[in-house]
Each structure stands twice: as structure tokens, then as C-alpha cells.
């Protein structure tokens, strides 16, 4: 009998689904890709011309227009359909536009008889996690988000610039909201165990640097939606980062956004911290030491995201 074969379902083939889409294939990651999207059309176009790559692609993966009723036997759905916001409405606004339709995209995938697991990346990422564990029924380690990797990746990318060596050789986290709360740990940033945080303040003329990487990593969307319009490529790398943890059962730590259950001195909130992540989810979560400065802002970020999370509580009553 043969290895059983990864199955992944995205759902949603707008800039960031069909980037990770294409990351997906190049690099092998599955087996089978199913996609689903409201625009069949685009989706029929994507795939024949995702298989017309695979030839060489890492390991073959067959591409596949898919349907809700196709997921009872996946071992993960990404999700990265939303609404976007338009000129004059509310985050809160929003939220509750998204909840609207998550509730219709999670219900017909439950009823497919799915138990895998469940990776958001639509934003606001947190909250819509939060929703799809709501909806779902599943238990918390199988509904995840892409919480702050990106945040994290734009944040080292930053620190290796400044000290000229590779990202991958840069250790430090950001946590909380994705968004303008999220919460740099420089209290445990390091190279080859040298401290960051100390370096920089200790270097006249680099001190100012400890402002500036924050502010560039908090805005970076921002600056690349003024530009081009829409983040995709940084983010899709990310999901497909998270997707070969799940898929080949790594056990390695990235900043996803998982469910607070006394960590950090929190609980019942969906925001970005330190998980280990395999096969079955996102299962533990790493409490990484914070200052004091940290701790606050982190509580602050939470709160944020609490607050959000009561706003649309109501949807949840029976």
C-alpha cells in the first residue's frame, strides 16, 4: 500500500490564494491542490495553468478545480477569501461582512464531514480565525492563522540588513495583532546569541534604527499596497511555510496566530504568538519571556483584539 497522499484545499483564488497557490506547486508541497472561488472561470484558467508548470515543480502536485463537497477528506483548507474594505467603511463594518460570509464557507465545508485542519488568512486574520473556530466546532489546535509571520519575515528581513547577514540568521519574533498593535520582542532578538536590542542602543550610529525597523515593519503593507495595490508574494510564502509544517509533520515554532488559553497571562483571544507546529495543528504554544514594556503592549494588542472579538459575539447566540 502506498503513503497516503496530502490534500489541500484553498478557498479563495484572488492575489494571495493564487500566489500560494503557485509557491504550493513550485515547491511540492502536496500532493493534490483543490481550489475553489466564487469566479470558476479564473479558477479553470489557474489550474490548467499550474499543471502546465508542475512538470517542474520539486515533486509532482495535481492541480484541481474543487467544490465545497470536495473537503471531507482534506488535511487542510486555506482560506483566504474575505471582502475587502471599501473607501468610508469600519473595521467593524468589516468584520461583520466577513463573518457573514465565513459563516457560509465554513458551514458547507463542515457539512463535507471535514476534521482537518484550518488555516485563515484573510484579514483581519485574527478575528476571522476566531470566527472559523466559532463556526467550526473544531477544537482550537486545528483552526490557525497566519497571525504575525509575515510581521516576523518583514522584521528580520529588516534586522539582517542592518547587521548584513542572512534572515535565516536572525532570531526575533513579532507577536500580538497583525495590524498597528502588533508588539516587537527585542528583549529576545538575537545573532549567534548577541543581543539586538543592546547593540543598537548601544551604537550612536545605529540607535535610531530601533524606531525606524518598527515603524518600516508595521507599515509595510501600507507601503506596498501604495505602490502596487495589494500584498501577496510575502504573505503566500508565509502560508506555504505553515502548510509544509502541517503537511510534513515538522514540530517547528512560528508566530501563527493560536488561541490564548492562560498563555501570556491571556485566554480566550486568537492572536499571533510563538507555536510549534505539526501534524496535528498548531499544538503548544512557546512562552517567550517579555519585558515589562513588552508585557504591556502585548496586553494592550490583546485587549485590541478583544474588543473586536465581543463586538461580533452576537453572532455566535444560539
Known sequence: MGKKSNK????????????????????????????????????????????????????????????????????????????????????????????????GIITSIMDSGFDGIFLIAANPVDILTYITLKYSGLPKHKVIGSGTILDTARF????????????????????????????????????????????????????????????????AAYDIIKAKGATYYGVAMGLMHISKAILRNQNVVLTVSSYLEGEYGHEGVYTGVPTVINGEGAVRIIETPLNDEETEKFARSVKVLKDMQASIDYLFES
Open 156 to 219: 528580520k528581513h529588516l534586522l539582517s540588513e542592518a547587521f548584513d547577514v542572512a534572515p535565516s540568521s536572525v532570531h526575533a519574533n513579532i507577536i500580538g495583532e497583525h495590524g498597528d498593535s502588533e508588539v516587537p520582542v527585542w528583549s529576545s532578538a538575537t545573532i549567534a546569541g548577541v543581543p539586538l536590542y543592546e547593540e543598537l542602543k548601544n551604537d550612536p550610529e545605529k540607535s535610531h534604527l530601533i524606531e525606524d525597523i518598527y515603524v518600516q515593519t508595521r507599515d
Open 8 to 103: 489541500v484545499v484553498l478557498v479563495g483564488n484572488g492575489a494571495v490564494g493564487a500566489s500560494y497557490a503557485f509557491t504550493m506547486v513550485s515547491q511540492g508541497i502536496a500532493d493534490e491542490l483543490l481550489i475553489i472561488d466564487i469566479n470558476e472561470d479564473k479558477v479553470r484558467g489557474d489550474v490548467l495553468d499550474l499543471n502546465h508548470g508542475a512538470p517542474y515543480a520539486m515533486s509532482p502536485v495535481k492541480v484541481k478545480q474543487g467544490k465545497y463537497e470536495d473537503c471531507g477528506d482534506a488535511d487542510l483548507i486555506v482560506i483566504c477569501a474575505g471582502a475587502p474594505q471599501k473607501v468610508g467603511e469600519t473595521r467593524l463594518d468589516l468584520v461583520e461582512k466577513n463573518a457573514k460570509i465565513y459563516k
